[in-house]
Structures are given as C-alpha cells and as structure tokens.
C-alpha cells in the first residue's frame, strides 16, 4: 500500500513539473491531486483511510442519475428494491429477473 501511494504521489508530482505544455489533467487526475492537497496533513493509516475515500467519491455531477439510460436506471431501481427487501441467492436473481421484465 506504500508503495501505491508513494508512486500515485510521483505521478502526480512528475505532472505538476511537467509544465503547461503537458495536456490538461483528467478527471481522475485532478481527483487525485485535491485529495493529495488535502491529504497534507495526514499521516500513516489515517492519510490511507483518506486517500481511499477521497479516492472513490464520486463527484455530484456523476452521482445524478439524470446520465443514466433507461435499462441502467431500472437496474438501479431493482437493485435498490432487492437491497431493501434482503434478498439473497435464488430469490434475489428471480425478484431481478421479474423486476427487470416488468418495468
């Protein structure tokens, strides 16, 4: 886990060298770069349990459920209708399978 992050912190470092001829940052570039900002003050585990979370935040833009295509936004509904219920195992796979065909 050291190892990731202390080669995640020269990625980042090597792309802030890199200057403004280098191409602009992705999303998950600019992710990472805020988080390790914020980072600054943390050490050891609490700075891993951090990066992590920070790491795998979604933004609020792509939390909206407004990108999602139909058949994607009745997985979710009958994902989250399963969840709610407990499903498991066999009953969970024909509540999916009967959710899915009729919404």
Known sequence: ??????LLVL???ALATAG???KELTAQ??????????????????????????LSA????????????????????????AKTKALKGAERKTFMSECLKAK
């Open 1 to 6: 886990m050291k190892t990731m992050i202390s």
């Open 11 to 13: 990625s980042v470092a």
């Open 20 to 22: 403004a001829s280098a």
């Open 29 to 54: 570039q600019g992710k990472m770069t805020t988080c390790n900002k914020d980072a600054a003050d943390k050490k050891g585990d609490d700075r891993k349990a951090f990066m992590k979370e920070c």
């Open 58 to 81: 979604k933004p609020a833009a792509a939390a909206a459920s407004s990108s999602l295509t139909p058949q994607q936004q009745k997985m979710k509904d009958c994902n989250a209708d």
